[in-house]
């Protein structure tokens, strides 16, 4: 459990800001918080993302070393994000699909690629309580 | 504000998993909740961080464009991590310091550099609504 | 996500404030706060309406730009608001009806009018996250 | 008290668009939800604010009997509510300044007009308990 | 909605305090905070019951005017106390049954009769909106 | 502690429904929630006061064993209470005053009589674990 | 952090469970939850303490190995409970004091021993984080 | 119920802390905290659990009179950790099963050894009210 209050903060490179809005508020559904002339920042499912105006974007998108997403602690949460993912035809990367299989910390994963090949990955845990 | 149930999941590279341990548990005082092979996971401040051991660490800690980090919503908690870091000796970038003084979104901010020069910035708002 | 203890605020006019009270009170079953000779005040769903007292109430009840409800995150409370309207047989304006069919911000909507021809509108979206 | 899931739902005139969003978003500090040709939507405070684009703005900012706002549980949260008015120089109706001075239901008020004359007004009562 | 953190508080005669605990505790399953020789104070689903040792008992169970109780917003919680009371045969005064049915404020309802003639009523409105 | 969403129940006699709602509020505060023609019900602090109307009101107000109110868990809640029953003059029957003096259950208390006799205590303790 | 629901169980030895009544009701001021012959449940602090009637109560209180109690968030509510055990002059074992001073984990604490000689912490960390 | 923000506290011996570290965290799922030459700190379900190193180990593991874990208010929590058990082969000492089946406090038990042989149980009541 977490602070309700408090926020996790994320700062990744994005290679066009206006790019970065149009993926993050019109399609994942993020909202929009302040911009500046070098970043951009949105509230996140709740937490802070910052774009920062950046060349250093990676030259595809891998899911590791980096990445970044949200862990939903109720199956429809995930649900409501594929479907979303599904409707507005996002970019994905693997999933959705099942990692652990068989295991206690068995869960679900779905990756997205942003605009700048920034890696964001959605997961629902069969037991919450493995999700750290 | 935020879910109490669900996880933010920030995934990084580390050099060696041992030394990561070695600094987010007797370091910063996060749980370690899961070691495999090839990543450790840990509870962040109530969100999901997990080490990937990679080659792929930064020669050297530099804040932008990439950190994570908290955004605490009271002076205290901000506080206390401050004294931590001293108390630990922990390897300081910047701050604690001020920044966009005598703005609206005016902040204090302290950023640490990881064994693997990962960065991780902490944030204290004057009006957290706008920490987003 | 919003804090309990804060209030939305919303004061729109009332041509009567008995008859206001009639239909708030015992038609859409919210609580009566406050009343002096000028404007009666309501608990309006954990939210605050004032009802001022005033000739310029609209001569019909109009949809767009202008009114006011509340967005459910939760099926089962959209389902009792509408049970209660038709029980009560309050005047409905629209609905219940669903909009924006197909999408992510897919909704059911009910908008009903007071007795001075103010608009509120009941929602419910299928994924409450993209309730704003 | 009101439930943290639900949202109230205001919706209001705006002249013109770009203008709402730079009030709402650059001004006040509030989130940007969706955009939509006719309409944009926010997170305004934790609740949905939408702004129609329309014809039908008042000429001039009034007071009554229409407005929408916040009251604030938390004085220091008024506070910095005025501090922000005060640092960004939004447009002030009235105020800072306190109602029904004496009486139990006393409280704050600081009252802004929008670039569409819409009035939002700000409340914190010394008892919360009479912010209904 | 209320604070988790403040009790209502509810005193009442018993005339005698050992059958009160054994009713209250034994019976209805609440817990037993402080004793002195004048009363007995209970942990009452989460508010303050007093018993105050006195003579002024009602020579018998008359639901009107004076009872006391719960509403429960889950219908299984009221369940679950229909379900004690009569796996423990508690003295049941009316119900469970249905009051002011087919309107909006329907509710189910039971009556108990606690050993010093005190009615307890226990309720679950369809709508908890309405349970005030 | 308590469930936000459950309600305490509470059902005294009233010997006339305008008087009560005048009192409980005009005077006290507490919100209207409906009315009947042999009833009122209100929002008491959250949970649920009704009125019945009713000619077995006490003669006089009198302490015990009868009586019921609020447990305040904060010190400033009470204060605003007191100052409220001040500012509005309404009937005081004991206090404020500090009982148990000196005992870790020390707490402050303040007793009202509606205009049927009955009788309304509102409490702070010190130690607020103790107020059960 | 922790769910509000759940309870932490604890089970210990009692040689008399009147004289563990008396203790942990009157003297802690914890509630009693049941009773049976064998066994005697409270509600301590929230979480489940049984004492099980038992011959294998330790010869004499000792700190280590075995121990329970709590670690309150909030100074105030060490501060308090140091208070009620001095008021009620409880068998105290150690403190309060502080331990692990000037490092980031220092905490108060103050330890208890019960009529079985078994024995309970109460702490209070600096920095709650590290509470764990 | 309880307080999210302040934890439990059990210490309890151990023979071996890296066999305490793996049982706990590798085992039962639990995040480590702190570790010591002399001890280890976990939060356990939210709560802390502090293994001593120490000799003075149960020789085998017996129910009664000691032992600690936790009480779920939901089935389904049970009912995964249930599963975890199952899938991590973990040492089951009794159940699951059920205990006094058709009383009102029926639960659901089940009750493992750590390396140490210290008991731990955890439980699911049909009716969580009574889980104290």
Redesign the interface.
């Known amino acids: ?14 290679r066009d800001l206006d790019e970065a809005v149009e993926f993050y ?2 399609g994942l ?1 993020v ?5 500046y002339a070098d970043r951009v ?3 996140f ?4 993302l910052v774009c ?1 105006l ?1 060349d ?1 974007v990676p030259e595809e998108a891998v899911m ?11 199956p429809e ?1 995930f649900d ?1 994000l594929a ?2 993912v599904e ?2 035809k996002l970019r994905v990367l693997t999933g959705p699909s099942v990692r652990f299989e ?4 068995q869960h679900r994963t779905l990756a997205l690629a942003d605009p700048s090949n920034n890696v964001i ?1 959605f ?1 629902n845990y ?7």
């Open positions: 459990m977490r602070d309700t209050h408090d926020a996790c903060h994320v700062a990744i490179p994005a508020v019109f559904g909202k929009m918080a302040r911009r920042t949105f509230d499912f709740g937490d802070q920062h950046s250093e590791y070393p980096r990445h970044f997403g949200v862990s939903f602690a109720r949460d409501r479907r979303l409707t507005r068989g295991t206690a910390e990955e997961k069969d037991d919450p309580r493995l999700q750290y």
